[in-house]
């Protein structure tokens, strides 16, 4: 099992170029997120899919939109990007069968803005 | 509402030094609670979790008890190594809902 793969691992973008991260996972998870990281920042919620078919905004949603494609996929797309976007994109996902809960993470994209 | 609050790094130890990193919570209801380890350059990975009240996560010598009277969940090691070096988050997530709660993380610097 490859469990989260992400692609790109390395992306530079100029201001107001759009890109898709993308995202899959082969763990049969219902949920989905992604996240966003900045230095002292912690993890941010960006958006999440409870299950396939849905997906609700985190807490820093403006600027991305996501679309769930089927159960293993989750895409982030920025569709005007700013330097403001520079940061480190985590996707995961999680099993909401049972009760464990745990999140499960991608290596992450690194994408800079200039 | 639901948060979790830990201990401001970086924690900056030596070779065989004990370890701990306080984590706090606030949740209603039974969450499960995580220790989540990030080391340089990868993304997070789970340490040790545990699903209710007095459960101990144990882990690559690290533990954590899950304790309700006093809403927390310390990380501890006995004796860190230079390879423990990494960003550690605390967790929170409850059955039911679909998000999990992250702690700010904790940066460990461990010198040989």
């Known amino acids: 099992n490859a469990g989260v793969t992400q692609t790109p691992k390395f992306q530079v973008l100029k201001t107001g170029q759009s890109m898709t991260l993308q995202c899959a996972q082969d763990?049969?998870?219902?949920?989905m997120y992604w996240y966003r990281q900045d230095p002292g920042m912690g993890l941010r919620l960006i958006y999440y899919?409870?299950?396939?078919?849905?997906?609700d905004k985190g807490e820093v949603p403006n600027g991305y939109n996501v679309s769930r494609l089927n159960k293993r996929e989750f895409s982030l797309r920025l569709e005007s990007a700013a330097p403001s976007q520079t940061s480190v994109y985590f996707c995961?996902?999680?099993?909401?069968?049972?009760?464990?809960?745990?999140?499960?993470f991608g290596p992450g994209t690194r994408l800079t803005v200039a | 509402g639901n948060s979790v609050t830990q201990m401001e790094g970086p924690v900056t130890l030596s070779e065989e030094a004990f370890l701990t990193i306080n984590c706090t919570y606030t949740?209603?209801?039974?969450?499960?609670l995580f220790w989540y380890v990030q080391y340089p350059g990868e993304g997070l990975q789970l340490l040790l979790k545990?699903?209710?009240?007095?459960d101990k996560g144990s882990n690559k010598g690290f533990e954590a008890t899950y304790r309700k009277e006093t809403t927390s969940f310390h990380l501890e090691k006995g004796s860190v190594q230079v390879s423990d070096s990494a960003v550690y988050f605390c967790?929170?997530?409850?059955?039911?809902?679909?998000?999990?709660?992250f702690g700010a993380g904790t940066r460990l610097f461990v010198k040989a």
């Open positions: 899919s409870a299950s396939e078919g849905t997906t």
């Open positions: 995961a996902s999680r099993d909401t069968q049972g009760n464990s809960y745990e999140q499960y």
């Open positions: 967790a929170l997530s409850r059955g039911g809902g679909f998000k999990t709660i």
């Open positions: 545990a699903t209710k009240a007095d």
């Open positions: 949740a209603t209801g039974y969450p499960s």
């Open positions: 763990m049969n998870h219902n949920s």
